[in-house]
């Protein structure tokens, strides 16, 4: 078993930025889900489990060692997708997975070649394999590093907003490949998008302005809020007096009308509907709760 | 919109930061140019021709601004990745394109004009000698500010601007502004630009070529002027016609279709260009292998794999990079023709030389340094930056590869460049010496080229990778780069000298033959050392800077370092540290201690001191040397020699001397002078002072003796002494009887500053010819001269006695008769060559592998003996001796009486084995062969007109000797070289030109218009009577010890045998500065009935008087030229033969002439074989 732990963790940039708040998280192996917000935090933080950032204060541990002062023990351990990343110019997929693997630590060739042969196989690129990789489309850039991340033997896995640009598709197939791998190593999954996290995640933490506001399992979390959740139809123009009246954690258009959706522990008013809790809305939930207690100058516990 | 268009742009371009910055830059460049006060003597440094001249030679520097103003126009959008935004608004392709390339110009334009108003300033306002600066006159700023600024600025942009457009790539960017460097380079080589300093003048097609091709026009600017003398540079504007004109409007117009074509071919609006190569995709079935983790061994060994595989990739990607393809390219064509036209006729005469390792490696090793430099700069950058560029840092930095694996693989790729430029050189020079059929491969020479000319790179190397550790940005990294690798290499103008300071002190070491390694490579081994282990340490500190993941800033970073430092590499920094000050240290003892270090400002000190303690001593009465008796001792393995002279002393004045003023070049052990007592010493400055008691009367001798070690301690090096060929000569160590004219400061302004008197002018006067007493005279010679045992000892006169004592080898020499006092002393390994002719011995010394012309040498020193016993009258001695010497002496050759010496590479390897090339090796036997009568047999006072003698005799001597052996086409080369040195020194002469018979150190007198002088009077009075006239002044001189004869003299004797027509026309060879300009303006033919032709030829004829300083007058002509009809041009025709070639009248202006011909010929010429100075001779001969 593997064990991730994050203490007391803090990331304060030169511009006076704070990206991380006081983190602390404990990670078992299985998928973990991280949500946030754009500029919540999340990269900053796989960055930081990566080697790729000191933070400010605060410590890491994985199965017992401190990665901060010996990055390499966690280098070697590690499968890494960035958010963002390009590749070299003029060099194929195969070749180019071949280079990484080695700098993964396989210098086995054959053993190499029968990996990253499986690799390309399973995230689709295979025939692709010749093709020089600056030239793949998002999608197909972005299956490249999947495929990199899971090179040699990696224990801890972090995958940052890996599913953009993936069609439903491929989405699936590598949630799939990483449900798999994920049952014997940790695997973070960094990610905006709710149901990517739902579908897969044992554990889930949600990260906003640098702190962490929730963790716990999707299911059991999703079950605290069951019953609070509130839907209606309603007029557009109408939206402001419900968002001043109402805790509106979310509203849509759906077939043309804006559906709103409240978190309330009672049933708001008979025109309101009660709607099945689901991830998203823990999710809303969850950061108008941390926005309004900031507001207020009141914490109020959850969960 | 394109109002709005270029407003942004103007907006955006000037809030960049470089643009106050460039702006300042070339302001400073300005003010430091202009500082400087650099202009050739007699020139003022506000000249027209020194404004364009700089002008033009900094426009170099704009191609920076452009580059960078070009990348921000072009790429920027794509760099922010606002290239969709950008061209998914209704912007029109015109409006965009066209307001980007003016934002590039015209910034770029006013970045670079500081400059002028940095460089007007310091040159009005700093104190430069007022005496050079003309009046303040806009104009003269003005100009170069049209010609070169606004047009260069125009086609580099163009050109650059196109580049970005297209390739939307920073570095293909930067290959073009490499490529059009390249070009000015090439350009400047090809027209062997004063900049280059070749020794070698450029053919007029070469020079055509070079001034069309150079994008800056500055190859057409010294086309333009390069026969400007100093008036014509102060007087004369740069006039835009010609070859100039011609420049600019080619390159404007090629920039301007540049311009249009890119316009065309630009695709706005298209996003991903790159082509998709197809690649076949494989459907093949393939069963799916199920994912399972491999395991990995993360040791040692795979750390070594993975910077393997590192370098691997780094390499590739530079090789796949059309820049360093095209550097590449550039580079191999830049070595070919340097070596090809050196080998193959490079010469200055034509010649070729035989390709020795050593030769071939000199050629390419300054542009080597050039590139490398250009390599280690870019892709210092480029490869530290090469995953953070691409965004693949993320991926690559969380592998569990260590630092320094990254940090060594960027590292051997980079220094790896360099080491390919090499290697492609040393290739091509093995291609070379193959395709001569040379086999001598001198493998240890190619291989020092890695070490002697890859340290800098490599030194430059690490303080890149160094500066880009620091920086948060691998542009400013460049830039800093670049700035620091200049500073360095052009520290000397910073008023750097010590070595200590700058890896531009590295000495320049090159191989000869018979001198092995330069003796300054014990030097470079210590520098090398000593920067090497500056640059280890500064490696190390760049690769605990080494980032990885998201850049630091440089404090947070900075402060990193301290923390993380390991044992091991402490230790490897505090052993570095030791090895950086123990060489440090060992560089100072050798330079500063053993040695005395002095700075230039210190040197002239000690001259203005010397002046101003001595110079009370310089009207006392000289005593003559003349008679030598020296004891020299050569230990060439220890480096040192030592002398002990018994000298005789002659009082030859009239007046008694009683006080004798001694200043010496050597520190001396011992100095004693007959009868005299030692008054006064200084060991500073090294004089003495005697008191002779009693004086000396008139003619009265007296002993002097001293003695001396000379050793080469430290660095210091002396080419005389050399294990394989030791040439030392009593001028490099003989104190001097006088005080030392030669060691004031000469400079005027610097003697202003310093509040010394200023120098006197010397009178030359006719008068003053035959007034002025030379105290030189001739001497008896004895010497006893003791050598290593492996070598052989040589000196003046004959060998009387040989022996051999405790290992060492003696000789003593005698010389029969009195001779002039050039003596040296020679020790080395020789073969010998010996031939009696007429009862004379001549002898050849020379290194055992140079046997190449020794034969050729035989035959031509035969053949001019004959001619000059022929008609110049005896020889003194019964002996000739020829030795070789070293290429390190910067000579054609030396004649010393009854000995010559001649340097390796210009006689000895140079390649005659080209029948019809000119035989370089023939003309330089013979004029050193005609200097035992010119300059021996016949000594002139040494006063003005003293070197016609010498050097015009023995050039007439070499001229008529080659004509009889080798043809006319021999002479014309002659002629051809004669006038061009003529027309290249008069115009870079630091003083005005006197007239031939006043000659004084001018040395395109001596050797170009003494020549063309001597063959026309030989054409206008016959070969005999002017030989004639010769021998009557040897044998009216021969016996003279003292040194008598004046130009006055010859020209007498020429008026006796000449009609008055004929004394006219010596007199304005002779006596005044006069340029011909003959031209044939055209040709025609017809058949007659006789069936012979009738040509009938116009010839245009001009001459011009120089009067004072430089100014010129039109004046008559009415003389007889040569006209030539041949087969062939002047330059292949062996002999006149069946040839038409007589005398015609020539008058001003046009002249016709009618001449009936049996055959048709191919060739018309006036003056075809060049006998008179004309500055356009491609016009005296045509083709029918």
């Known amino acids: 078993m593997n064990t991730l732990t994050i203490k007391n963790l803090s990331k304060t940039y030169a511009n006076g930025v704070k990206a991380l708040d006081n983190i602390n998280l404990h990670i078992n192996n299985g998928m973990f889900g991280l949500l946030g917000a754009n500029g919540a935090g999340k990269s900053s933080l796989m960055r930081t489990i990566a080697s790729l950032q000191e933070p400010s204060s605060g410590s890491i541990f994985f199965n017992n060692v401190d990665i901060l002062n010996a990055p390499q023990e966690i280098r070697k351990q590690l499968g890494y997708l960035p958010q963002e990343f390009g590749v070299y110019p003029k060099i194929s997929a195969e070749k180019l997975l071949d280079h990484l693997a080695v700098l993964k630590g396989i210098i086995n060739t054959k053993k190499r070649k029968e990996q990253v042969t499986s690799l390309l196989q399973h995230v689709n690129l295979y025939e692709h394999r010749k093709k020089e990789v600056h030239t793949f489309s998002g999608g197909m850039r972005q299956r490249f590093g999947i495929a990199q991340a899971l090179l040699a033997n990696p224990q801890l896995i972090i995958v940052d907003e890996p599913t953009a640009g993936l069609d439903p598709e491929e989405r699936n197939r590598f949630l799939n490949l990483l449900g798999e791998i994920g049952e014997n190593v940790i695997v973070i999954l960094s990610t905006h998008i709710v149901e990517d996290i739902r579908d897969l995640c044992k554990n889930m933490a949600v990260l906003d302005k640098g702190q962490i506001v929730l963790t716990g399992k999707p299911s059991v979390l999703i079950a605290s809020i069951e019953n609070k959740i509130w839907s209606k139809r309603i007029e557009k123009s109408t939206l402001n007096n419900y968002k001043e009246k109402h805790t509106v954690i979310s509203n849509k258009l759906i077939e043309g009308e804006t559906q709103i ?8 008013d008979p025109s309101f509907n009660k709607a099945v809790a689901n991830l998203e809305d823990l999710y809303f939930s969850t950061l108008k709760k941390v926005e309004g207690s900031k507001n207020n100058s009141k914490i109020e516990s959850y969960v | 919109m394109f109002k709005e268009l270029f407003k942004f742009e103007v907006f955006y371009q000037a809030k960049q930061r470089a643009f106050p910055l460039f702006a300042l830059l070339f302001l400073g460049l300005g003010i430091f140019v202009g500082r400087q006060g650099f202009a050739e003597n007699l020139v003022n440094y506000n000249a027209s021709y020194q404004v364009n001249f700089h002008a033009g030679l900094f426009s170099l520097g704009a191609v920076f601004i452009i580059m960078f103003f070009a990348i921000s126009a072009t790429l920027r959008d794509e760099h922010h990745q606002m290239e969709s935004i950008i061209y998914s608004t209704s912007i029109l392709k015109k409006d965009y394109f066209w307001s980007r390339f003016l934002g590039v110009f015209i910034f770029s334009l006013l970045a670079f004009t500081p400059f002028y108003i940095g460089y007007g300033l310091a040159i009005h306002f700093s104190d430069l000698d007022p005496e050079r600066l003309a009046n303040f006159n806009v104009f003269i700023y003005l100009q170069p500010w049209l010609y070169f600024t606004i047009p260069n600025i125009f086609i580099c942009s163009s050109i650059i601007f196109a580049v970005s457009t297209l390739s939307k790539s920073n570095i293909a960017t930067y290959v073009s502004a490499v490529f059009i460097y390249m070009l000015y380079f090439l350009c400047a080589m090809f027209l062997n630009s004063p900049l280059m300093a070749q020794a070698v003048p450029a053919s007029p097609e070469s020079m055509i070529m070079a001034s069309i091709f150079d994008p800056f026009g500055i190859s057409a600017f010294f086309e333009q002027t390069q026969y400007w003398t100093a008036y014509d540079k102060n007087q004369q504007l740069l006039s835009l016609s010609g070859l100039f004109l011609v ?102 005469y034509g010649d070729s030389l035989y390709p020795f390792t050593n030769l071939l490696v000199e050629l390419f090793v300054d542009p080597l340094s050039i590139f490398s430099i250009i390599l280690v700069v870019f892709y210092s950058g480029e490869l530290v930056w090469r995953e953070r560029s691409v965004k693949f840092s993320g991926i690559v930095d969380c592998t569990p590869v260590e630092n320094w694996v990254f940090f060594a693989s960027k590292f051997i790729s980079l220094i790896l460049l360099p080491t390919i430029l090499i290697i492609t050189a040393i290739v091509l020079c093995v291609f070379f010496q193959i395709s001569k059929g040379f086999y001598q491969f001198d493998m240890h020479v190619y291989l020092s080229v890695f070490y ?19 920086v948060s940005n691998k542009f400013l990294g460049m830039g800093l780069t670049g700035l620091i690798i200049i500073l360095a290499l052009k520290a000397p103008l910073f008023g750097v000298e010590h070595p200590l300071f700058s890896p531009a002190f590295l000495p320049r070491i090159s191989f000869s033959n018979m001198v092995g390694i330069s003796q300054a490579s014990k030097m470079f081994n210590h520098l090398a050392l000593y920067w090497l282990s500056i640059g280890a340490i500064l490696s190390i500190v760049s690769f605990k800077l080494w980032q990885r993941g998201l850049v630091k800033r440089f404090i947070e970073n900075w402060k990193r370092l301290g923390k993380l430092t390991k044992r091991v590499e402490l230790i490897s920094i505090c052993l570095l540290f030791s090895v950086f000050m123990a060489s440090g240290a060992s560089i100072y003892y050798n330079v500063n201690v053993i040695q005395e270090y002095t700075t230039v400002e210190e040197r002239l000190d000690h001259k203005e001191n010397y002046e101003r303690k001595f110079k009370k001593w310089s009207n006392l009465e000289v005593l003559s040397l003349v008679g030598i008796n020296n004891k020299l001792d050569v230990f060439a393995k220890e480096r040192r020699y030592t002398v002990t002279a018994e000298n005789t002393l002659k009082n030859n004045g009239s007046n008694a001397i009683d006080t004798v003023f001694i200043s010496v070049r050597i ?5 004693s002078l007959e009868n005299g007592t030692l008054l006064e010493k200084d060991s500073v400055y090294g004089t003495y002072l005697f008191v002779i008691k009693p004086a000396i009367q008139m003619n009265q001798s007296i002993k002097f003796s001293y003695s001396f070690e000379k050793e080469l301690l430290g660095f210091s090096t002396d080419k005389g002494i050399v294990e394989g060929g030791s040439y030392i000569t009593q001028r490099s160590f003989e104190p001097i009887l006088s005080y030392r004219e030669g060691l004031e400061i000469q400079n005027r302004f610097e003697r202003k500053k310093r509040n010394l008197p200023q120098l006197e002018e010397r009178v030359t006067d006719d008068s003053h010819l035959a007034v002025h007493k030379d105290r030189l005279s001739k001497v008896s010679f004895e010497t006893v001269l003791s050598t290593d045992l492996s070598a052989t000892g040589l000196s003046i006169g004959t060998l009387e006695k040989q022996w051999t004592k405790e290992n060492r080898n003696y000789y003593h020499f005698k010389a029969k008769i009195e001779v002039m006092p050039t003596i040296a002393y020679l020790a ?15 002898s050849q010394y020379f290194n055992k592998e140079h046997a190449f012309n020794i034969d050729t040498i035989q035959k031509n020193t035969v053949q001019a003996l004959a001619y000059c016993l022929d008609n110049f009258g005896s020889y003194p001695t019964e002996s000739l001796k020829i030795v070789e010497v070293p290429s ?100 870079y002469a630091s003083t005005t030109e006197p007239p031939l018979y006043l000659v004084f150190g001018q040395s395109y007198l001596s ?33 003279d010890a003292n040194f008598e004869i004046i130009t006055l003299y010859f020209l007498e004797e020429l008026y006796q045998v000449s009609t008055k027509e004929q004394q006219v026309l010596i007199d304005d060879w002779f006596k005044r500065t006069i340029l011909y300009d003959v031209a044939i303006e055209e040709t025609s ?81 006036i003056d075809p074989f060049i006998t008179r100075n004309d500055e356009n001779i491609v016009d005296n001969t045509v083709r029918l």
């Open chain 2, 1085 to 1165: 033919y017809k058949k007659l009935e006789t069936g012979k032709y009738e040509v009938n030829i116009k010839i245009d004829a001009k001459r011009n008087q120089v009067i004072d300083h430089g100014k010129s007058k039109k004046i008559d002509i009415n003389e007889e030229l040569f006209i030539g009809l041949f087969d062939a041009h002047p330059s292949e025709i062996s002999n006149i033969g069946a040839n038409y070639y007589k005398k015609h009248r020539i008058i001003t202006g046009t002249n016709e002439i009618k001449i009936i011909m049996d055959t048709l010929p191919n060739y018309i010429s």
């Open chain 2, 828 to 842: 080395g390994d020789y073969k010998i060559k010996e031939i009696d002719f007429r009862n004379i011995k001549v």
């Open chain 2, 667 to 671: 520190p001396l052990n011992g100095i």
């Open chain 2, 247 to 348: 420049n600019r409007l080619i390159w404007i117009l090629f920039s301007g279709i540049v311009l249009a074509i890119t316009y065309k071919v630009f695709s706005f609006r298209a996003l991903n260009k790159t082509k998709i190569k197809k690649i076949k995709i494989n459907k093949e079935k393939v069963t799916l292998r199920a994912y399972k983790t491999t395991p990995v061994v993360i040791n040692f060994n795979y750390q070594i794999k993975a910077f393997i595989n590192l370098c691997r990739l780094e390499l590739k990607s530079v090789f796949k990079s059309i820049p360093f393809l095209a550097i590449l390219i550039m580079w191999i064509i830049i070595v070919f023709t340097s070596i090809n036209s050196t080998i193959n006729g490079g010469g200055q």
């Open chain 2, 1007 to 1039: 050797y170009g218009k003494s020549y063309t002088a001597m063959l026309a009077l030989r054409d206008l009075i016959g070969e005999v009577k002017l030989n004639k006239v010769l021998n009557n002044l040897v044998e009216r001189f021969r016996d």
């Open chain 2, 888 to 987: 390190t002496w910067p000579m054609g050759g030396f004649a010393h009486p009854g000995l010559i010496t001649m340097t390796e590479d210009r006689l000895y390897l140079t390649d005659i084995s080209n029948s019809n090339s000119f035989n370089l090796v023939a003309k330089r036997s013979i004029h050193e062969v005609a200097h035992q009568w010119w300059g021996h047999v016949l000594l002139p006072k040494g006063v003005e007109g003293g070197s016609l003698f010498v050097e015009g005799f023995a050039k007439y001597t070499e001229a008529v000797v080659m004509e009889k052996h080798y043809g006319k086409k021999a002479v014309y080369q002659l002629g051809e070289t004669a006038n061009r040195s003529y027309f290249r020194g008069r115009a």
């Open chain 1, 261 to 268: 959706r409240v978190f309330a522990n009672t049933q708001p």
């Open chain 2, 452 to 470: 002697h000319y890859g340290v800098l790179s490599l030194v430059f190397a690490m303080f890149g990778l160094f500066v880009q550790s620091l």
